[in-house]
């Protein structure tokens, strides 16, 4: 019998790592074997589950597994990245707010493990990322395309790494640079709107877990594509996935469209 597949969780104290502990305890299929935080955390030595409690020594947890799954922050998850190729410790990131250097960073650890790395987890944001760009496709010309997300009073990063990446999706499919075109909310006298830009605009309050519209506004009428996430283990069900997906792959760096199988050339 294969044994079974052990998972450690960077970020154990946090809103999704106590989800994620939970949804590998659930599974039969895989063993959590650690449970990672940094040194200075109020967590430290708790018990989450049979002989695993959070610790800061990232030497021993990263020994212990075979997939690290990471829902940090960029600064926590950069030296985790070059820990985890450096001991070919496969990861499933979920951290949002890199900036180039750090997916430059994430993109070279993949060439030593292997690494999913993916602004959503949920099978709902997937899908959608595929439908946006069919939509993007149809409404090609006379329709402005506006982003709008709203999180949690939290969150420390904006806009939020999947509004990024439905941008990009758009972009893509209009045959547009997401880098050139983008628009980070407005202010003052902003003069028309230019037909080619993409707008975001980010909404911060209380307890929402994760909404994402994507505008397509024309003459006459609008399109809107809404998904809202309600609980956050829709996320961790998926990253788990991906850990379990991940056991087959020795190295590359892969996102959730190819763990769904809904990967083409588009997305
Ligand atoms: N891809 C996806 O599907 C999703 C991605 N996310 C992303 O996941 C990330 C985390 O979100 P969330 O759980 O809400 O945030 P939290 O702040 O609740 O959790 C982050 C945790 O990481 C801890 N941490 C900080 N530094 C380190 C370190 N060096 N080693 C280990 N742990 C460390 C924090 O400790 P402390 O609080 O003491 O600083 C905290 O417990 C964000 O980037 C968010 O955007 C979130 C949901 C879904
Ligand atoms: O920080 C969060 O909570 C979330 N972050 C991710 C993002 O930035 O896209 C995914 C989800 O929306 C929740």
């Given at each position: 019998?294969?044994?079974?597949?052990?998972?450690?969780?960077?970020?154990?104290?946090?809103?999704?790592g106590?989800?994620l502990i939970?949804a590998?305890?659930?599974?039969?299929?895989?063993?959590?074997?650690?449970?990672?935080e940094?040194?200075?955390?109020l967590?430290?030595?708790?018990?989450?589950?049979a002989?695993?409690?959070?610790?800061a020594?990232a030497?021993?947890?990263?020994k212990g597994?075979d997939?690290?799954?990471?829902?940090t922050?960029?600064?926590?998850s950069?030296?985790?990245?070059?820990a985890?190729?450096?001991h070919?410790?496969?990861?499933?990131?979920?951290?949002?707010?890199?900036?180039?250097?750090?997916?430059?960073?994430?993109?070279a650890a993949?060439?030593r493990?292997?690494?999913?790395?993916?602004?959503?987890?949920?099978?709902?944001?997937?899908?959608?990322?595929?439908i946006?760009d069919?939509?993007?496709?149809?409404?090609?010309?006379?329709?402005?395309v506006?982003?709008?997300?709203?999180?949690?009073?939290?969150?420390?990063?904006?806009?939020s790494?999947?509004?990024?990446r439905?941008?990009?999706?758009v972009a893509?499919?209009?045959?547009?640079d997401?880098?050139?075109?983008?628009?980070?909310?407005?202010?003052?006298?902003?003069?028309?709107?230019?037909?080619?830009?993409?707008g975001?605009?980010?909404v911060?309050?209380?307890?929402?877990?994760?909404?994402h519209?994507?505008?397509?506004?024309?003459?006459?009428?609008?399109?809107?594509?809404?998904?809202?996430?309600?609980?956050?283990?829709?996320?961790?069900a998926?990253?788990?996935?991906?850990?379990?997906?991940?056991?087959?792959?020795?190295?590359g760096?892969?996102?959730?469209?190819?763990?769904?199988?809904l990967?083409?050339?588009?997305?």
């Amino acid at each position: 019998m294969t044994p079974p597949l052990k998972i450690a969780i960077a970020g154990a104290g946090g809103r999704m790592g106590k989800t994620l502990i939970e949804a590998v305890v659930q599974r039969a299929d895989v063993l959590l074997s650690g449970a990672l935080e940094h040194a200075a955390s109020l967590v430290l030595g708790n018990s989450v589950a049979a002989n695993v409690r959070i610790s800061a020594d990232a030497g021993a947890v990263l020994k212990g597994c075979d997939v690290l799954i990471d829902f940090t922050r960029p600064d926590a998850s950069l030296p985790l990245i070059g820990a985890c190729a450096e001991h070919g410790v496969k990861m499933v990131i979920g951290t949002t707010g890199y900036d180039e250097a750090g997916k430059a960073a994430i993109r070279a650890a993949a060439e030593r493990t292997a690494i999913v790395f993916a602004a959503n987890y949920s099978v709902g944001v997937n899908l959608t990322f595929h439908i946006l760009d069919t939509v993007a496709r149809v409404l090609n010309e006379g329709y402005d395309v506006e982003i709008i997300e709203a999180h949690h009073r939290h969150k420390i990063d904006a806009p939020s790494g999947t509004a990024l990446r439905m941008g990009e999706v758009v972009a893509n499919a209009l045959g547009r640079d997401l880098r050139e075109c983008a628009v980070y909310g407005r202010e003052g006298q902003t003069g028309a709107r230019n037909g080619q830009t993409i707008g975001f605009a980010t909404v911060r309050g209380g307890d929402i877990v994760g909404d994402h519209t994507v505008l397509f506004a024309g003459e006459g009428e609008r399109v809107e594509i809404t998904h809202k996430a309600s609980g956050r283990m829709t996320f961790a069900a998926g990253a788990v996935r991906a850990a379990v997906w991940l056991a087959q792959r020795d190295k590359g760096l892969f996102d959730m469209q190819d763990v769904l199988g809904l990967r083409h050339d588009t997305v």
